[in-house]
Every structure is written in structure tokens, then in C-alpha cells.
């Protein structure tokens, strides 16, 4: 039996490793902290997990691919007082299970005579796995540091090859934001060329000094897709509840799609995310949260002479350790404390390490006193 040689092809996803290392220091008898993954550890509000209690309904159905009105209503809501952005929520929101599957997914639609996939690198890595099982191939975009950690327009030289541009701002894994002027600069390029911006928002909502710029406030929306989730913004990981802001013939195209293969929350998911997206005053204690855990660790992280690169917004902060990132990480992991490499991100990451502040309050004080120690 032959498998996908696109699967065979794919090295080890890589925290599948950071896993692997996590299993081997609790089997050696090392108590860890976990820094290397996203997945916030706060209790999800009690007005959205009592929304979803009340609307489990004694007859389950199967949910729609276009979403309940009242999700996709609340959702252009919150886009118009977060961005100013005025949307038609019957035309342009796809309601989405989680982003990671919309992101992985979307290739499957929108490539067509263009198979040319731009990704950045570092990045997470579903952009590019999404691009290849889809039959894409993949133009590499190097972000460095000396650049803010942003795409450099001026030296990518395939614009009439691409279909599709995949940014992520506010950055995962370096935590650096994209100003507004570098969104049009990009669309304004993607209308001239004919590609779409992807732009995977996620962490739009985790921010310390100002609110980040969305690729929704350009002037001209016509090639931007912009995917966001309740996952890190309400602490609703496991609720698996997004949404995708796309030109109407783009949304209809995944309205089109996603009956096929079955993605949409179930319907008191929906509810329970109504709630949510309707309601910003939790979202500013999420952000006091991670301030506060950020105050607790990076102290100590830069007094043991790490230098932090990036990391104004989100929930990651992105170091500088001066060596191989993975010889760092487990020299780590062997005092407890768990981070990714920044080569599990691709090679632009090598010599950075990303530390995810989901441990709780008391973890992180813990955490930088085995650092200090």
C-alpha cells in the first residue's frame, strides 16, 4: 500500500518532538513547566462555558457550514468596534472550526492555474502543510530580525507566480507586529499581480502597549482573507471556534467547500462563541493575565543573558539564547523548564527560542526562580 508521498515526505511535526523530549524527562523523573505550547491554561469565562451549557439542546443536528446569523451578526460586530471595519455578515463571514483547519483547508480552494504558495520562515507550519497536500509548492519568505521580523516586498521576486501570500501578525513565534502601511503596501501588490494576502490573525487581541493594525483596515479589502479565533483571545482552546473574513466570492467558495468534508462547530459551540465575540471586557483581563506573566519571567530570562527579540505582542516571548536553539532547549528541559526551539519554526529561527506564557501564575514564579537558580 502506497501513502501520500506528500506525508512521506514531511519531516516529524515539531512539537510531536517537543513531546517526545517532554515524555523522556517526566519518565527520568523531571517535574516540567511547559512553555513550548500554545494552548492557554485560563479558565474559559463563566458567561461563555454557562452560553454553551444552555443551548446543548436535547436533539442534536448536525450543524450548517454557513454558521448560525446570530454568530456570524456578532462577529461583524466585533469587527466594526475593534477595527472600524464595516462588514455584510451574510456575505463575507464563513463561522470556522477553530482557524487551523480554515488555514490548512483553504489552499484546497483558492489555488487554481497559480499553484505558488508564499510562506513565511519562520512560521507555523500548517501554512506550507496546507499549500503541499493541496498540490502547491512553496516560495519561502525569510523573516529576520534586522527587518522587524516582516516580510522584505522588495526582495521576493515571484509576485506574478503566486496565488496566495500567508502572513501572521501579531507573529507567531516572534511576537512583532506589522503596521498598517505594510498591509497596503501588500494588498496594493496583491491587486497588481492577482494573488491573495492570507492573513492568519490569532493573536490580535494579545497585545501590551496598543492595539495591532488587521489587514481588514485597508483601504481596498478585494484580495485580503483574514482568519481569527476565540482560542487565545477567550481562552477557548478546546471549543475550536473561528471565523474567516473573505471578498463574497471568496466566502462563498468555502461555503461551497465545507459541506463536503464537515467543519463547522456544533451549534451550542456557536452559541457559547456568540457570547464571546459579543462581550470585550474579559478579553482585558486575558491581556492582564499575560502581562502580569510576562513581568514574572522575563526578568529573569534576560539577567541569565537572554535577549528578547521581538515579543510585542501575544502571549510568546521570542529569545535570542546566542547558539543552537535545540541544544538550549534541552539543557533546559533538564532543569524542568519547557520552550521550543526556534528551528522547529525553520531555519530564519535558528538561535531564538519561543517561551508560550500559558503555564499558570504560580508556574511561571517557579520557572524564574529555577532560571535565576
Wanted: proline letters at 7%; aromatic letters at 10%; glycine letters at 8%.
Amino acid at each position: 500500500m502506497q501513502l501520500s508521498p506528500v506525508l512521506a515526505d514531511l519531516a516529524q511535526y515539531p512539537f510531536a518532538r517537543l513531546d517526545d523530549w517532554k515524555a523522556e524527562a517526566s519518565a527520568r523523573g523531571i517535574e516540567v513547566i511547559d512553555f513550548g505550547m500554545g494552548d492557554p491554561r485560563e479558565r474559559t469565562p463563566g458567561f461563555i462555558r454557562q452560553a454553551l451549557l444552555d443551548s446543548v439542546d436535547e436533539v442534536s443536528s448536525y450543524p450548517r457550514a454557513t454558521g448560525l446569523p446570530e454568530l456570524r451578526s456578532a462577529v461583524g460586530g466585533w469587527i466594526d468596534r475593534r477595527f472600524g471595519v464595516s462588514v455584510d455578515p451574510d456575505r463575507e463571514i464563513v463561522p470556522t472550526l477553530g482557524s487551523k483547519e480554515a488555514i490548512y483547508s483553504f489552499a484546497q480552494i483558492a489555488l487554481g492555474g497559480k499553484r505558488l504558495v508564499a510562506v513565511p520562515e519562520p512560521a507555523y507550519p500548517v501554512y506550507e502543510r496546507g499549500a503541499l497536500f493541496a498540490g502547491g509548492a512553496i516560495a519561502e519568505v525569510p523573516l529576520r530580525e534586522d527587518h522587524g521580523w516582516l516580510p522584505d516586498l522588495d526582495a521576493f521576486d515571484a509576485w506574478d507566480e503566486i496565488a496566495l501570500f500567508w502572513v501572521c501578525y501579531p507573529n507567531n513565534p516572534t511576537g512583532a507586529e506589522a503596521p498598517l502601511s505594510f498591509y497596503e503596501e501588500l494588498a496594493a501588490r496583491a491587486r497588481e499581480h492577482g494573488f491573495l494576502i492570507c492573513s492568519d490573525e490569532a493573536y490580535s487581541e494579545l497585545w501590551f502597549d496598543k492595539p495591532p493594525a488587521s489587514a481588514l483596515q485597508v483601504e481596498d479589502r478585494s484580495n485580503v482573507v483574514v482568519f481569527n479565533t476565540l482560542s487565545k483571545r477567550s481562552s477557548m482552546t478546546g471549543y475550536r471556534s473561528g471565523f474567516v473574513c473573505a471578498p463574497p466570492e471568496i466566502a462563498d467558495a468555502l461555503r461551497s467547500f465545507r459541506p463536503t468534508v464537515g467543519t463547522a462547530p456544533q451549534e451550542f459551540v456557536q452559541r457559547a462563541s456568540v457570547a464571546a465575540w459579543s462581550d470585550d471586557a474579559h478579553v482585558e483581563d486575558v491581556r492582564a493575565i499575560y502581562r502580569r506573566k510576562r513581568e514574572t519571567l522575563l526578568p529573569a530570562l534576560e539577567a541569565a543573558g537572554l535577549r528578547l527579540a521581538g515579543s510585542t505582542a501575544t502571549f510568546y516571548l521570542w529569545l535570542d539564547v546566542g547558539g543552537p536553539s535545540e541544544v538550549f532547549a534541552r539543557r533546559l528541559l533538564e532543569h524542568g523548564v519547557v520552550c521550543a526551539p526556534g528551528s522547529f519554526f525553520g531555519p530564519a529561527g535558528e538561535g531564538y527560542v519561543r517561551f508560550a506564557l500559558v503555564p499558570t501564575q504560580e508556574q511561571c514564579e517557579r520557572a524564574a526562580e529555577i532560571i535565576r537558580e
